[in-house]
């Protein structure tokens, strides 16, 4: 089982960008993948998921509205989009696999985490 986070990097205030997250794993093509950031000192924050077909997704609430999460089953691959980012949005983001086809949002709901990717946005 393995998932790989990419597509980090420095952004401008305003501009959208697009993480992915590849997934490997037989069974990984029937959970959900989710992702997670953790901004300098302070705690994980769950951002947004997406279920095993993409007919469902779950966002955070700092972030409901501006990112939109999707999910490529063929590639085994999903993909967050951040739209009209701010510096407050620099973190580390994480994404993670879990056997829940409904997300509350807690870290406890997901078995399998990738590395982290870095975004910075300057203003």
């Known amino acids: 089982v393995q998932l790989q986070a990419s597509g980090g990097g420095l952004a401008q205030a305003g501009e959208s960008h697009r993480l992915s997250c590849a997934f490997s794993g037989r069974t990984l093509g029937t959970y959900a993948i989710g992702w997670f950031r953790q901004a300098p000192g302070k705690a994980r924050e769950f951002v947004a998921a997406?279920?095993?077909?993409?007919?469902?997704?779950f966002y955070g609430d700092s972030v409901r509205g501006q990112f939109t999460i999707s999910r490529d089953s063929a590639e085994n691959t999903v993909y967050p989009r951040m739209n009209s980012l701010q510096p407050h949005d620099t973190a580390v983001y994480y994404c993670?696999?879990?056997?829940?086809?409904?997300?509350?949002?807690?870290?406890?709901?997901?078995?399998?985490w990738g590395q982290g990717t870095l975004v910075t946005v300057s203003s």
């Open positions: 997406i279920n095993w077909d993409g007919s469902s997704t």
């Open positions: 993670a696999a879990s056997p829940f086809q409904r997300i509350r949002g807690q870290e406890a709901e997901f078995s399998y």
